[in-house]
């Protein structure tokens, strides 16, 4: 299984920013989707989360401003992050586990918001 994570880039403060993770290869069926991120210095953290049924959860420092979001029938979730501030700045990795048990880490897309 191979995830290819894109969309970041570098925005103002205030800005949006729409990352995109696909998922390929051997793929049965995907159950949880998630979004990491790791500033330099920091521990990797989780950011958001949607589950089979289209369940949410999201870190308390993004809530009402990102959305996590998924699309089965092209193995594909996306993450619209709105009012983005400097503390956002981060490599973001999307993280995928399937039914039958494996999980599997993108690549990681950097987002650098300035100030």
């Known amino acids: 299984v191979q995830l290819q994570a894109s969309g970041g880039g570098l925005v103002q403060a205030g800005g949006s920013l729409r990352l995109s993770c696909t998922a390929s290869?051997?793929?049965?069926?995907?159950?949880?989707m998630g979004w990491y991120r790791q500033a330099p210095e920091k521990q990797r953290e989780l950011v958001a989360i949607?589950?089979?049924?289209?369940?949410?959860n999201y870190v308390d420092s993004v809530k009402g401003r990102f959305t996590i979001s998924r699309d089965n029938a092209k193995n594909t979730v996306y993450l619209q992050m709105n009012s983005l501030k400097p503390d956002d700045t981060s490599v973001y990795y999307c993280?995928?586990?399937?039914?039958?048990?494996?999980?599997?880490w993108g690549q990681g897309t950097q987002v650098t918001v300035s100030s």
């Open positions: 949607i589950n089979s049924d289209s369940r949410t």
């Open positions: 290869g051997s793929i049965f069926r995907i159950n949880v």
């Open positions: 993280r995928v586990w399937t039914m039958a048990g494996g999980e599997f």
